[in-house]
């Protein structure tokens, strides 16, 4: 299967994971306020593109610093505004940006793996398909997100054969986001 053979269109929906996709990740620790946020290279060229394509994009985050007590959620949600603010200065835009606070261990239904956030996106954007949604993200987590949503599963990692990531269900992989957008705008722009 290519990508062009999806045929994305308005109707759908590009969900993405926001740490190692659209910021660096820190390794070891988390993004606690704005100057610990750090854009990776062409991803904020990235969004007029695929804004072009897809019907709306949504961030889905995982963000259990806040559950730990390292992270205030004021702060987190300053990064987001910053984070948008800056993806629409370059002529982009995110229809929506969800995060979970909750802990690893407390298994909560709004944390990857678990759908809670995606159902949480559709509850506010009831034309969201989820068989015409593609997740994008860079860990085992988002990909089964992805896949117990049906959702057409992007892995975006420069590693795809680290250890942790090797029985992952993905259909497509590319190093970067703007990679992944390159052959986009290739197949449908
Ligand atoms: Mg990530």
Not at 74 to 95: N, P, S, T
Request: glycine share 8%.
């Amino acid at each position: 299967m290519s990508l062009k053979d999806l045929n994305i269109d308005s109707r759908w929906t590009l969900f993405l994971d926001r740490d190692g996709i659209i910021n660096r990740l820190r390794v070891n620790d988390y993004v606690k306020n704005w100057d610990e946020f750090e854009f990776l290279p062409g991803v904020p060229e990235s969004f007029p593109v695929l804004n072009r394509i897809f019907g709306r994009l949504i961030i889905v985050t995982n963000q259990q610093g806040i559950g730990k007590g390292i992270m205030e959620p004021g702060l987190v949600e300053e990064v987001h505004r910053r984070m948008l603010e800056a993806i629409r200065q370059k002529g982009g835009d995110i229809q929506g940006i969800y995060y979970c606070p909750a802990l690893e261990k407390d298994r909560d239904p709004c944390r990857k793996p678990g759908t809670g956030m995606a159902h949480q996106a559709r509850r506010d954007f009831p034309q969201i398909e989820f068989s015409r949604s593609v997740m994008a993200g860079d860990s085992a987590g988002d990909m089964e997100f992805g896949r117990r949503l049906g959702m057409v599963n992007v892995l975006i990692t420069a590693e795809p054969h680290k250890k942790n990531l090797k029985e992952v269900p993905y259909d497509f992989q590319f190093c970067d986001l703007p990679a992944f957008t390159a052959e986009l705008k290739k197949c449908y722009l």
